[in-house]
């Protein structure tokens, strides 16, 4: 079964407006890592937590991660039309070799 | 560098016939892993390994095999393509087990009929 569940499935905001994905897992994690995937593309790597970290930035981007309740969130401000993609989850199980992800959320910025 | 490569980016089979989506990387990561995506339900890993000689199952492993002999080539074989194998497959790598940071090929989107 999936680790990650990310909520909500689906965003629609208009250019300027900050976004905000929310993920929920099930077991305990090494790291918490989100990803973008433009339609049609692979994945790419935006942003890795760490299990003893609660906050990141990069650029734009702001992660945090509560172990306490088994959830973190992307927020990603002042968004543009570019941004449009979908954003995955995924964990690294504590002491396991695989990554799972999540359904990912359908992101959609309005010009 | 060109990453992770994946071959075919696009192939039709009918139920029965068997074929292998190749998998390279130029980046010397000691992990591997390839992934199926369906509508809705995200990324499933399907088999994944450590290091060359190593390979090891995910969650949905009927009906695909893996090697790895060296540390560039993961290939994954659909020895008896059905049409629940119809997806994209994307084949993934990284450093190590767990530093993170995966680095995808640009799919394979596999059509069973």
């Known amino acids: 079964s999936q680790q990650g569940e990310e909520d909500p499935q689906a965003l629609s905001i208009q250019e300027g407006e900050n976004a905000t994905m929310n993920c929920s897992y099930k077991t305990s994690i090494n790291n918490l890592q989100w990803y973008r995937q433009n339609s049609g593309r692979g994945l790419v790597h935006l942003i890795l937590i760490r299990s003893n970290e609660r906050e990141k930035h990069s650029g734009r981007l702001r992660v945090t991660l509560d172990t306490s309740k088994k959830s973190s969130s992307l927020l990603i401000t002042a968004s543009r039309a570019a941004d449009t993609a979908s954003y995955f989850c995924?964990?690294?199980?504590?002491?396991?070799?695989?990554?799972?992800f999540g359904a990912g959320t359908r992101l959609t910025v309005k010009p | 560098n060109a990453g992770v490569t994946q071959t075919p980016k696009f192939q039709v089979l009918k139920t029965g016939q068997s074929m292998t989506l190749q998998c390279a990387q130029d980046?010397?990561?000691?992990?591997m892993s390839w992934y199926r995506q369906d509508p809705g339900m995200g990324l499933r890993l399907i088999h994944y390994?450590?290091?060359?000689?190593?390979?090891d199952q995910g969650e949905v492993p009927n009906g695909y095999n893996v090697s790895r002999s060296t540390t560039e080539d993961f290939p994954l074989r659909l020895l008896s393509a059905a049409p629940s194998q119809t997806s994209v497959y994307f084949c993934a790598s990284s450093q190590g087990r767990f530093t993170g940071e995966l680095f995808f090929g640009e799919g394979s989107r596999l059509t069973v009929l």
């Open positions: 980046m010397n990561h000691e992990y």
């Open positions: 995924a964990t690294v199980r504590y002491n396991n070799n695989d990554m799972r």
């Open positions: 390994s450590v290091g060359a000689g190593i390979t």
